[in-house]
């Protein structure tokens, strides 16, 4: 009987093990690190950042594999030079090879002695120059100034909207999926509100929750969004107008 009870105490312990105990630490990764590519997605860089840098301080161990597909939009969102050359060495997605090239582009046309100590790398980036578009020149512009110009935070207004967005992002979004027809989307819409206009996001929202069979009609103008899906405009801009 002793001898019975030793080997299931052996394989309980082997089927304890078999199920690693950071297991929920890796879901809880894996959510944040979605909120963190969504963020990269809709042009949010700093938030995508600031997300990315609380994965990586509450959950150190399980961070950078889950982080990892988005480690070249992360590091050209840094807006540097060697931010901008990381991303166009190691990108996969087309769209950031495209903007960290012509980020790099700007950096050497700026500074000569720049492009001559790293000649390989210019030269690479010079045999790219033909497939930029004016999307791509368009970004690669905003992360040159994106430290001469922090957005707004939007005060209490904009702290409810990050917590409100991000925990909708984390735990509901996942479960019933991409809905929103419109460009921005509304959970987007909503942070840009509240940034901009403080406690008035919460009203500009619903007002827009009321809008949106209107606005996504069928007989309504289409833009495409950075994942490439065609949504119809409503900016945060076509509705704050009566703020001046």
Request: some cysteine.
């Amino acid at each position: 009987m002793k001898a019975i009870a030793v080997g299931l105490a052996v394989a309980a312990a082997c089927v304890g093990a078999a199920e690693p105990a950071s297991a929920p630490d890796a879901a809880r990764a894996g959510r944040r690190a979605r909120l963190v590519a969504e963020l990269l997605a809709e042009s949010a860089g700093a938030e995508a950042r600031a997300e990315a840098a609380r994965l990586r301080a509450e959950l150190p161990a399980e961070a950078d594999a889950a982080l990892a597909p988005s480690a070249p939009a992360l590091a050209l969102e840094r807006g540097s030079f060697e931010g901008f050359a990381e991303a166009f060495r190691t990108a996969r997605d087309p769209r950031v090879f495209r903007v960290a090239g012509c980020a790099l582009s700007r950096a050497f046309a700026a500074d000569p002695a720049l492009a001559a100590a790293h000649e390989d790398l210019a030269e690479r980036v010079a045999l790219c120059e033909g497939s930029w578009s004016e999307a791509d020149r368009a970004d690669a512009a905003r992360l040159a100034r994106a430290d001469a110009a922090p957005a707004p935070r939007g005060g209490i207004g904009g702290w409810l909207a990050r917590r409100v967005v991000g925990f909708y992002r984390a735990f509901v979004g996942p479960a019933i999926g991409a809905r929103c027809a419109l460009e921005p989307s509304c959970s987007r819409y909503f942070l840009l509100a509240a940034r901009k206009h403080g406690l008035l996001g919460v009203p500009m929202t619903a007002d827009r929750f009321v809008r949106e069979p209107v606005v996504s009609a069928p007989d309504r103008p289409w833009v495409r969004n950075a994942d490439g899906a065609w949504r119809h405009p409503d900016p945060v801009e076509d509705h704050d107008w009566w703020f001046d």
